[in-house]
T-cell receptor
């Protein structure tokens, strides 16, 4: 059971480039989300999805785009990378959002540097 | 703005000591408060969680204390071990149909041998 798989693990971009961070889960979870982790800022929610075809914005959505065409996959697109998007990105999934008695399963992260 | 405020940012404790991490919140609509533990190079993982109708929850060496009137909750790690060295995040979830968790800023714990 692979859980939540993120690719790539590391990425370096130049300002203005676009790219897609991949996230896949094999637990048949309805809820998937993307967080960014920055020193002193904790984990901040970028976008989330409560099922295929349904997405919504989190706390820091600007500069990012998502889609959810299948239950398994939830890619995060950086439209035009900026140095402020240098961060570690985590994808997470659960049955309904990590509520009472429910774990939010995290991937191992993607470390992104934008030069 | 941070809806869940966590302190301290870093903490150094001797082996066998007690580690205490504090979190405070303003939104009384939060109804679930988990703690996540993150080791270097890994994603966070659920450690322990509490609901506001309970004042304390204990699992092994880890205890959450919850003060609803003060809108504060804390994680206590008894008999801290070097293997507990990690980053700890408190979090909160709104009641009702809300799905997403709001995380604190994290505390980097170092337990010295």
């Amino acid at each position: 059971n692979a859980g939540v798989t993120q690719t790539p693990k590391f990425q370096v971009l130049k300002t203005g480039q676009s790219m897609t961070l991949q996230c896949a889960q094999d637990m048949n979870h309805e809820y998937m989300s993307w967080y960014r982790q920055d020193p002193g800022m904790g984990l901040r929610l970028i976008h989330y999805s409560v099922g295929a075809g349904i997405t919504d914005q989190g706390e820091v959505p600007n500069g990012y785009n998502v889609s959810r065409s299948t239950t398994e996959d939830f890619p995060l697109r950086l439209l035009s990378a900026a140095p402020s998007q240098t961060s570690v990105y985590f994808c997470a999934s659960s049955y309904s959002g990590g509520g009472y008695n429910e774990k939010l399963f995290f991937g191992s992260g993607t470390q992104l540097s934008v030069l | 703005q941070q809806q869940v405020k966590q302190s301290p940012q870093s903490l150094i404790v001797q082996k066998g000591g007690i580690s205490i991490i504090n979190c405070a919140y303003e939104n009384t609509a939060f109804d679930y408060f988990p703690w996540y533990q993150q080791f270097p190079g890994k994603g966070p993982a659920l450690l322990i969680a509490i609901r506001p109708d309970v004042s304390e929850k204990k699992e092994g060496r880890f205890t959450i204390s919850f003060n609803k009137s003060a809108k504060q909750f804390s994680l206590h790690i008894m008999d801290s071990q070097p293997g507990d060295s990690a980053t700890y995040f408190c979090a909160a979830k709104l009641g009702g149909s809300a799905r997403q968790l709001t995380f604190g800023s994290g505390t980097q714990l170092t337990v010295l041998p």
